[in-house]
């Protein structure tokens, strides 16, 4: 009888994810200490739902992703 296969044995689960996370990642890695980066498409979708005050940070070069328009999150 095979084996069935779940994630994480043989492909982790954030493969699943890779844009996602990926972005993640950039944001985090190009961002600046004690401020939160977001990206214009989840300043967007947020946005939908929940009124928050940014500050435009303009853009920026995301490794593997290229010109990004970013924001901090205002506290």
Not at 20 to 41: F, L, P, Y
Not at 48 to 70: A, C, L, N, P
Request: glycine residues 8%.
């Amino acid at each position: 009888m095979e084996k069935i296969k779940t994630i994480g044995e043989h492909k982790f689960i954030y493969d699943l994810w890779s844009d996602a996370v990926n972005t993640a990642s950039r944001m985090e890695s190009t961002g600046e200490a004690g401020h939160i980066q977001t990206t214009q498409r989840f300043k967007d979708a947020v946005s939908q739902y929940q009124e928050y005050e940014y500050q435009e940070r303009g853009e920026v070069m995301i490794k593997g992703i290229g010109t990004m328009k970013t924001y901090f999150l205002e506290s």
